[in-house]
Every structure is written in structure tokens, then in C-alpha cells.
């Protein structure tokens, strides 16, 4: 699927998120990668195969306040 020189990572390689963005709609949440998966704004993903990766955002470090 890509073209780019290097290629981008493949679909079920653990770098994924990393390749070019072909496609990008922010009004509605979401960027298609060269490497067909779908990424959400949340961090969640569908690869082309069908496959839902959750949502994975990093958690807020020890060290940040807690609203109460």
C-alpha cells in the first residue's frame, strides 16, 4: 500500500500510528494512515483487517494534581 521512501510501518507492526496521514477529517474525530488503519482522536484504532485497538492514552503521571 505505500509508496513513501522508507515505508511507512505496516498495519500490525507495533509503530503503526507512525505513518503518513492520507486522510484527515478533525470535524469528525479521525485520520486515515497510509498503511490503512483508521485512527481516532481518543488513540483508538481500526486496522484494515477489522481489528479495534481501545483507546490507549498515557496516564496522567504521579506527580499531577487530582481535581477533587
Sequence with gaps: ???HEPQC???DSPDREAALIVAHHPEQGWSLLC???LLFEDTGEILPDGQII???RP???AGAATVV
Design 1 to 3: 500500500m505505500c509508496q
Design 9 to 11: 510501518p505496516t498495519a
Design 35 to 37: 498503511n490503512g488503519v
Design 54 to 56: 481501545a483507546p490507549h
Design 59 to 61: 496516564l496522567a503521571s
